[in-house]
């Protein structure tokens, strides 16, 4: 059952009068509206939060309305208590989103099922067949609805549902193997059951587009997503540079590297549905460094940090190459964020909320 549930500043009102209020502002509005899926997220906070400052009256959709150590940090962004309306909504029921998603123009599909990174290393194929299902009949359910409002959709897909299993030069047309991620040793494997997820919600996007005639973009992030933290949790990809920051090297398992900074990808997202032009894919991240390296950078812009060292890694997601990586948001007029900015942004966001310090380290 969905429900609906508004920041603080806004009366509670009844159900037919919010469904006036909410054609009212969607068809005023000076920008049309928008949906976002998974807008609680640490991109999809960031993505509202851009969303908002251009105007755009904004549609967003959680799991749990009543969470609101998940909504508070969405209902406190500048815009929020007239542009924001907030939609429980479940990815595996199509129903939930229908009110989400009526009188928009754009949809931002960023949710999708999301393995512990970090925590448990191995699923049992029921979870991950769970995993696989939500993700491609969530964004199934996205496409079809966007079809029927006549709405452009904004897909994040992930640099994992590019890299996997490639070697050199890696662009916009390079896509994971399945013959890696689904292969026998792999499939209890939680990043590959990640990998899978996001490579097979991303291709099901491209035969829905085509098959309804969708207008669709996707932007594929760099893997390790970074910057400020307005939600109110770590993101797997923060939880990696935290645990640097502490002595423990959760990029072990990694040759190579595509850090981007996340005000860079949602505006990516912001500019491929503004761009008139649809059906491209863009890869969201400046370059491949080795891991060693961007460790190093860590290592000279915070010296008093107990700074987790580089070992010997086990070569699994790289196999043992450094890869190129041949970005293509240029195509957007956009330029990425200088890495050691980045970083900064990142590290001194996580200080100023306690998350990490020079004397922190992890049991």
């Known amino acids: 059952m969905m429900s609906a549930k508004f920041s603080p500043a806004q009366p509670s009102i009844s159900a037919t009068a919010y469904k006036r209020q909410q054609v009212r502002v969607t068809c005023t509005a000076e920008k049309p509206a928008v949906a976002v899926t998974g807008a609680n997220s640490f991109i999809g906070t960031h993505l509202v939060k851009q969303l908002l400052a251009k ?61 512990n ?106 893997n390790l997503v970074i910057g400020e933290v307005l939600s109110s949790h770590l993101n797997a990809t923060m939880r990696c540079l935290q645990g640097l920051l502490q002595s423990e090297n959760k990029l072990n398992n990694m040759t190579d590297i595509a850090p981007v900074n996340v005000e860079d990808v949602v505006s990516a997202h912001v500019a491929a549905f503004e761009e008139e032009e649809a059906g491209k894919r863009y890869l969201c991240a400046e370059k491949m460094i080795p891991v060693r390296d961007f460790i190093s950078i860590v290592e000279e812009l915070y010296p008093s940090f107990p700074v987790a060292s580089y070992a010997e890694n086990k070569i699994v997601i790289g196999h043992g190459n450094e890869r190129s990586l041949v970005p293509n948001i240029s195509d957007l007029s956009l330029e990425f964020t200088p890495l050691a900015n980045t970083v900064k942004a990142a590290v001194d966001s996580m200080v100023s909320k306690n998350l990490v310090s020079e004397e922190s380290t992890l049991a």
Not at 129 to 149: F, P, R
Not at 176 to 196: I, Q
Not at 206 to 214: R, T
Request: hydrophobic share 35%; with cysteine.
């Open 55 to 115: 105007g755009y009256p904004v549609h967003a959709t959680v799991r749990d309305v009543n969470d609101d150590s998940k909504t508070d940090p969405l209902r406190a962004l500048p815009g929020a208590s007239n542009q924001l309306r907030l939609f429980e909504a479940d990815m595996t029921s199509p129903s939930s989103l229908e009110p989400a998603f009526e009188g928009i123009s754009g949809i931002f599909h960023l949710a999708v099922p999301h393995p």
């Open 117 to 222: 990174h970090g925590g448990t290393p191995e699923i049992n194929s029921d979870y991950r067949q769970e995993l696989l299902d939500a993700a491609v009949q969530g964004t199934s359910a996205v496409m079809k609805l966007a079809s029927k409002n006549n709405a452009k959709v904004v897909m994040t897909s992930s640099m994992a549902a590019v890299e996997c299993g490639n070697v050199g030069e890696i662009n916009s047309e390079t896509r994971s193997k399945s013959e890696v991620y689904g292969a026998e040793g792999n499939t209890g494997v939680t990043h590959y059951a990640y990998v899978a997820a996001k490579t097979e919600s991303e291709a099901k996007a491209w035969e829905l587009s085509k098959e309804m005639d969708v207008p669709l973009a996707v932007i594929c992030p760099g």
